[in-house]
């Protein structure tokens, strides 16, 4: 007898209201500012039930928040991960929006740099993202030389 495994689909981000999309766009220019003139900065938490201790955050952790702020009030998804996680094929293919097999052969070919943990591919993020970068400056050289090459033709997109 087989079974069957369901797999777990992730909930979409919920959507933020209004006032949240505000308190994001407030607080990611009050981060940036505060960055422009120190190197270090204390943010205190307010509670209902009445202050939280100080906490004092390096300024890398600082940029972070505010990053992920900013791409909050503009409504774009948001995901934090480690430069050095290492991520399976199928992770890998989910995140340049290929095929899993398409990922296998530029491993096999030497264009994205992987590991091998048993018969299991592994690649480091950092590795994923250069490569995507790479992939992308790549389209964006190909469709600037068709858009030349329309242009001596005459032809006009």
Do not use: W
């Amino acid at each position: 007898m087989s079974t069957i495994k369901e797999r777990t689909r992730r909930p979409k981000p919920s959507e933020m209201s209004p006032e949240e999309l505000e308190m994001a766009r407030v607080a990611h220019r009050c981060i940036g500012e505060s960055l422009d003139r120190a190197h270090a900065a204390t943010i205190k938490l307010i509670s209902a039930d009445g202050d939280l201790p100080s906490v004092q955050l390096p300024t890398k952790a600082l940029r972070l928040i505010g990053e992920v702020l900013g791409a909050l009030s503009e409504r774009k998804s948001v995901t934090v991960v480690s430069a050095k996680r290492e991520m399976t094929t199928v992770e890998a293919a989910n995140y340049l929006h290929v095929s899993r097999p398409f990922v296998i052969r530029e491993m096999e070919a030497g264009r994205l740099p992987h590991r091998m943990v048993g018969t299991h591919r592994r690649v480091q993020f950092e590795d994923l993202h250069a490569y995507k970068q790479r992939m992308l400056a790549s389209q964006k050289d190909a469709l600037r030389q068709l858009a030349e090459n329309a242009n001596e033709l005459g032809l006009d997109y």
